[in-house]
């Protein structure tokens, strides 16, 4: 039997739900809970993973379930079936649904069949990412369209926003692991080995520590095409490896980081000069990021750390505010400087990444590289957020920019032509924001150029 | 950029698509391919595997593609989009849609807004296990209810029933590597380890060897428990381990393997006189196997061999051809002997179990333990199955059986008692069908008593 665990205690349910009820004011809340997905058949499924919200709210880590929080009463309903003698036999003995609801403060406990019943009146939701979700509110509500709920959205992003000191210990956890796995793979990746080799050690990893992970990982000798799960390459002294990959704890809470290193023991020139360009970009991030500042501010302060630094290199010139301006950097630094991170990698991402990175006070540019940019709110304390630069050389990019006579004053492309094969670079870590400044979450794991060499001199000596 | 391979040649797809269409006679066939199934928010996404019936006749093994068969004209056609210049940025060099139909025989390659306008006349589709499926095949053919074609299923399951020599091939290579994923478990797994260090070895190896697993494992001290996927437990000195596990390779095709062993040395006089029991059951399967017999009759033939084992234990007693006539068996081997195995573990169980494993000379029995008996029919040559007996105590069942007064003509309840605590084994090896009888798939693994404790005692020297 799974033994269902509880990270937080009861109260903390119950005024978690209490407080987005009050925010809500009227109606009633329609948690959904995650079901098993299918891969090839039915019955054949992936890990399970509880939907981030309901496991906030309602805590349960078990499929099939639902809650309505009806916001006029304050009553807290929870709807799913205990298992039959049938089930115990095959798998075990289950929890029974009335204990767990009483570990999380509700003792109204329905079955399933009930759920239909009790949609009546203002029925309030958030938007589906699961095809289970849209299919099961559509036959519910009897709707053909579905209209999430834009004040309940709002009210959930503004409260899961700011994390708790419960949750930063949670977070803590899952990034100290993150950490750890990473530092496993940069002392045992050898040159030859297979890209998926080296996954297979994070996978290890993981499961040694009976972890997940909060993502398929990025870990790649081409690390300039960003999204890139293929493994299939094998690592060559001279290659350069990028990991990115974080340890998603029991609890749900997440880690997110990525780890930038040569196959063999230390860095070329070439990467040498560009890694230490993301470095000084990291430490830009670092120094800037506190309550009140815009994380648009930092990544465009960031932008121009990189811009100098690539002036040093010969790739850019010109003046470097016009030319962040313009977004030329983005031909190198295409992606955003990070985002909120939480119960999921991406924090809310399903409830809408414009709600959560942003607000009225400012809009999402439209800017190639800055429209990538998932956060860009004013930091507050207790916002827990990636901060991930990057340099990457990405040839189909730039051919495009060359093509279209994009940024000529200033890229020097006859000069970029050095770099075109160069790969990718990026540095991320994990940081909570505190009273007056920021934090890294969990024990953290080196990520300047003497450190990575020093950790692959003694993993290859 | 992900090479997408493929394991047959072009000829190969064509043949298989005419002869599905030859049998079908006339209408157009719609075979859905797989998306991307979303974890907690939508670009979070599970490992993709594509859907197995459109990998047999399509072959290309890429998410958000569909297929129409035309079975009045021979055509095919192939929908779907190419990269978009963004998405290169982001996920590298794509191939184009266009050379990957070429590859399997297709030239009619339209992009995927068009397959609403091919969906005219009779168009047959197949059940859907994905919630995708259901919404797009009720979107596109405005239907409220889905009715699934039964020619289609049957057509589909009497071609994909009987592996070909190429795909036995294939075969070969996935039960190679499920074997040796078991060794590499039962040859490190120590004393005191938790279950979840475990399949941390099972997943790196799968890992080491660019595979992934055909379903998620048991492993387990409480093998008794048949569907368990918690790994939370520490392995003690005297407990006994069940792991049951397969890898998948690249082309889709799966290994489905079981292995019992004592978490130390040697297994307690008691596991051992139950493992022999086991072993001797897995010899009948073995010896029976061939064209002609039905696989329920070697099932039947299995639960007699447990019953004569089980009355020398003295846990049994009576006459064994009347103990398996009443089910009496069942108690300790609830589940059914094996399954059809090729492209999925449970192969095609999303056409419906039952037109898989019975047809119209042979019903599925309704009787506890037997009605769990996935495969009942007359084997073929090229029939690719498991032979899977296993003996557990289940407490909840023996309490159960016992409440009600079940079978008290052939189980001895008092004695049966000692055995209560002892758990599960299983033995599990896949075969093909052969002309005259069977053949193990791939390198074999020893399933014999003695050579367990041998490689056990190895792996604690």
Redo the contacts between chains.
Sequence with gaps: ???VTFPFSTDTYIERRNALMKNVGSGKILLLGNQD???????????F?Q??TFLYYIGINLMDLNAILDCDTGEVSLFGDDAS?DL??????QPQLRDLGAKVGITNVYESKELKNHLTGDIKYLPA????H??NLKAWLDIQELKPDMELIHSIISQRNIKTSDEIAQLDIACTLSAQMHEFVLRNAKPYM?E??L???A??????H?AQWS??PILTK?GQ????????HQINEGDLVLYDGGIEIESGYCGDMTRSFPAGKKFSTMQASVYQIVHDSYQTALSMSKPGVYYKDVHLAVAKTMVEGLKALGVMKGDSDEAVASGAHSLFF?HGLGHMLG????D???LGEIHVGYDSSIEKSTQFGLRSLRLGRQLKQGYVITIEPGIYM?P??ID?FKSEGLHTDFVDYQELEKYRNMGGIRIEDDYVITENGNRRLGESLANDLASIEEMRAVALS
């Excluded at 997905?37 to 890990?47: E, K, T």
């Excluded at 996978?203 to 040694?208: D, I, L, P, T």
């Design positions: 039997m799974a033994a997905a299918s891969i090839n058949f039915r019955d054949n499924v992936y890990h993973r939907d981030s003698i115990i036999v095959w798998m075990g003995n990412y699961r095809d289970k849209e299919l297979m998926y080799q996954v297979g050690l996978s290890a990893f993981a499961w040694n009976n993502f398929p081409n095409t960003l999204h890139n799960h293929y493994h299939g295409p119960l999921d990698v991406h809310m991402e399903n990405i189909e990019l495009k």
